[in-house]
């Protein structure tokens, strides 16, 4: 029978983490140069078109059906292929349809897609990435997705009675997109420019637009993750809040001790970094623990974006510092801040052993090396095939132009008005027409 209460918060969580990619686009159209937003942002709309018909078709077979043989610790099978199988069937314990499911599941794939795109802004032909997303989510983010919560390796990994714990996506979402996006940066190499010109954001009230956004609709992605308006769901939603939040000041904080300054991007970037870091453990700590889980997460994420310029990748717009590193930091906190207080097990801080922190190191290491490798793999075959990088012309001219024909300003319109700015005769009453005026 149908909990029509616990179909109606799923069916709202899933809109809600579908906002969060348009909401990415925001934040990444934000943060590339003016050139090349449309660009930025299509990657992530284009994700949405690409990854949902191929959900369909297989994703979610393969993330959560059951496997063939020794193979099924790996990969699901194909008994959900085009999803007609689920039509009509109902979750036994949790009374909501699987087709449902199917579609909460589908937002998931999405936005980790997308949220590769970030790394490699600026210098990808739109072509090899729209043969890159599909590639990339059916060798990489459904067996993933299948380790993780299908019934796969690291679901079913313990050590000492301890089981790995990934509430909504630390492993399976931002380690796999922060590990796929590191290897698409030596795929494609460095921006020219790439140290030495300025490339800030263009336009920081889209990133904070998107942030908003993205904020959102995180409580969708991991409240809806309790798969019931439960008291799960509630713990879940704040902690999202509080961790959020902690790392937001956490990263000001690092801000006005190295700078002297407090910036509207490093708001931006510490709720995400809090947002990532709280992902796999908001059902299982405490708040004051989620309090200091987004400290930590906003302190460190804070010093790990500048380490592209040490270590000379271009992750152009903080994929690996935020997702990656984040992403690492909510997992191994499980550790030592889960709490049994939340239902679940204990971590050192709490009386636990050393297990928890033992399993979770191994899922965040399989994860993170496994999507690093096939990941590079794909990038440097797109790119012996097709190739994966722009010419240099078009970098210099701006991607939007170029490979899409269209601006997001109308920048040759303003070139014409001040050139007619500086040819007119002064106007009556002494004043130079501006181009604002003329337009």
């Known amino acids: 029978m149908i909990d029509t ?3 109606a918060w799923l069916l709202t969580s899933a809109a809600l983490v579908m906002l969060m990619t348009p909401g990415l686009a925001f934040f990444y159209g934000g943060m ?15 994700s949405i078109a690409v990854v949902s018909v191929l959900w369909v078709l297989v994703g979610h077979s393969l993330a959560y059906s ?4 020794p ?8 008994d959900y292929v085009g999803l007609t199988s689920l039509i009509g069937e109902v979750d036994s314990e949790g009374g909501y349809p699987l087709l449902v499911d199917a579609g909460f599941q589908m937002m998931f794939a999405i936005i980790t897609v997308a949220l590769i795109s970030g790394a490699i802004a600026d210098r990808a032909k739109f072509g090899a990435w729209l043969l890159f997303a599909p590639v990339w989510a059916l ?6 997705a299948h380790w993780v919560w299908g019934g796969g390796w690291v679901g079913d990994l313990a050590i000492g009675g301890y089981e790995v714990i990934d509430f909504a996506g630390g492993t399976a979402v931002h380690i796999n997109a922060g590990a796929a996006a590191l290897a698409l940066t030596f795929v494609l190499g460095r921006r020219k420019g790439f140290g030495s010109e300025s490339m800030r954001p263009h336009n920081l009230p889209f990133v904070l637009l998107g942030t908003a956004l993205l904020w959102f609709g995180w409580f969708g992605f991991n409240a809806g993750s309790a798969y019931a308006a439960d008291a799960t769901a509630g713990l879940a939603l704040v902690n999202t809040q ?14 006005r001790i190295r700078y002297g300054k ?9 709720a995400i970094a809090g947002l990532v870091a709280i992902t796999p453990a908001a059902a299982n700590v405490t708040p004051v623990g989620a309090v200091v889980l987004g400290l930590l997460a906003g302190a460190i994420c804070a010093y790990a974006i500048s380490w592209k310029f040490k ?7 903080d994929v690996v510092g935020i997702h990656m590193v984040g992403g690492i930091i909510g997992c191994l906190a499980l550790g030592f801040l889960a709490a049994e207080a939340t239902g679940g097990s204990a971590g050192l801080f709490y009386g636990g052993g050393v297990g928890l922190l033992a399993v979770q190191a191994i899922s965040v290491v399989g994860v993170m090396v496994y999507s690093f490798v096939v990941t590079f793999v794909i990038g440097k075959i797109i790119d012996l095939v097709i190739g994966f990088r722009i010419p240099e012309e078009v970098e210099t001219n701006g991607l939007d132009h170029e490979l899409h024909a269209e601006s997001a300003y109308a920048f040759d319109e303003l070139d014409e008005l001040e050139a007619e700015a500086v040819s007119s005769p002064t106007p009556p009453g002494g004043e130079t027409a501006s181009p604002q005026a003329k337009a």
Do not use: C, H
């Open 5 to 7: 209460g616990t179909t």
């Open 32 to 46: 590339s140069r003016a050139k090349s937003v449309l660009n930025m942002m299509l990657m992530s709309f284009a």
């Open 66 to 69: 059951e496997g063939f043989g």
């Open 71 to 78: 193979m099924q610790a790996f990969i699901g099978g194909f």
């Open 139 to 144: 060798l990489v983010y459904f067996p993933v």
């Open 242 to 255: 509080v961790a959020t939040a902690a790392a937001t000041a956490a990263w000001m904080l690092v801000e």
């Open 262 to 270: 407090v910036s509207a991007l490093g708001f931006a970037s510490g």
């Open 311 to 317: 270590f000379k990748y271009d992750d152009a717009l």
